[in-house]
């Protein structure tokens, strides 16, 4: 059984570019959510998808934004990067609808350098 | 607002010793506790959940426990090896939330 997919995996970005990262979750999964991890600041939820309807979102700013498509691959964009967007960025899949109740399986995550 | 506290930060042990990781949390509504070990670089990977009625739960050398009264985990680690170096991360959740620990990096020496 496949795992979580996260591409691509390392990118460098200069400042005021824009940025996609793709998720692709364990099959049957529906509910996706994307997480961004900076070194002591532990995981930030960004963001949660559950069959293409976006169901829960954290505190950050407009310029992060994501969708869901039907076969439940999901993508987050970062418009306008800041180099406080250098980041790791991690996917999360659960075949629950509830991610509380259920077990994250997350990828290897996307390690974004803006410069 | 919901709150994880872990200590300690980091820990430096070494390999063969017992060590403990403890967590507190004010999180609400509350009905579970995941325990997550995190290769640095590398997505989280689960290691033990417990509902709320659950006290201690066992993934080989890794042994969660968890006090609902009184919000407090520990994980417990057992004849470490260097291969348990990594953050472990404490994540208590409810429904369709979880809140994540800074977690506590721990480093096993030879």
């Known amino acids: 059984k496949a795992g979580v997919t996260q591409t691509p995996r390392y990118l460098i970005k200069t400042r005021g570019q824009q940025v996609t990262l793709s998720c692709s979750p364990i099959?049957?999964?529906?509910?996706v959510s994307w997480y961004q991890q900076t070194p002591g600041q532990g995981l930030q939820f960004l963001f949660e998808?559950?069959?293409?309807?976006?169901?829960n979102k954290g505190n950050f700013p407009g310029r992060f934004s994501g969708r869901q498509f039907s076969n439940s691959r999901s993508e987050m964009n970062v418009s306008t990067l800041e180099l406080g967007d250098s980041a790791l960025y991690l996917c999360?899949?659960?075949?629950?609808?509830?991610?509380?109740?259920?077990?994250?399986?997350f990828g290897a995550g996307s390690r974004l350098t803006v410069l | 607002k919901n709150q994880v506290e872990q200590s300690p930060q980091s820990l430096i042990i070494l390999e063969g010793k017992n060590c403990t990781l403890q967590?507190?949390?004010?999180?609400?509504?509350?009905?579970?506790l995941r325990w997550y070990k995190q290769d640095t670089g590398r997505g989280p990977v689960s290691l033990t959940i417990?509902?709320?009625?659950?006290n201690t739960k066992s993934n080989g050398r890794y042994t969660a426990t968890l006090d609902a009264d009184t919000k407090q985990s520990s994980l417990h680690i057992t004849a470490s090896q260097l291969s348990d170096s990594a953050s472990y991360i404490c994540?208590?959740?409810?429904?369709?939330?979880?809140?994540f620990g800074t977690g506590t990096k721990l480093q096993v020496i030879p």
């Open positions: 999360a899949s659960s075949s629950d609808r509830d991610p509380g109740a259920n077990v994250l399986t």
């Open positions: 099959s049957g999964h529906r509910s």
């Open positions: 998808y559950f069959s293409e309807t976006q169901r």
């Open positions: 967590c507190n949390y004010t999180v609400s509504p509350f009905s579970n």
């Open positions: 417990m509902t709320f009625s659950e």
């Open positions: 994540v208590p959740g409810g429904y369709q939330k979880v809140t």
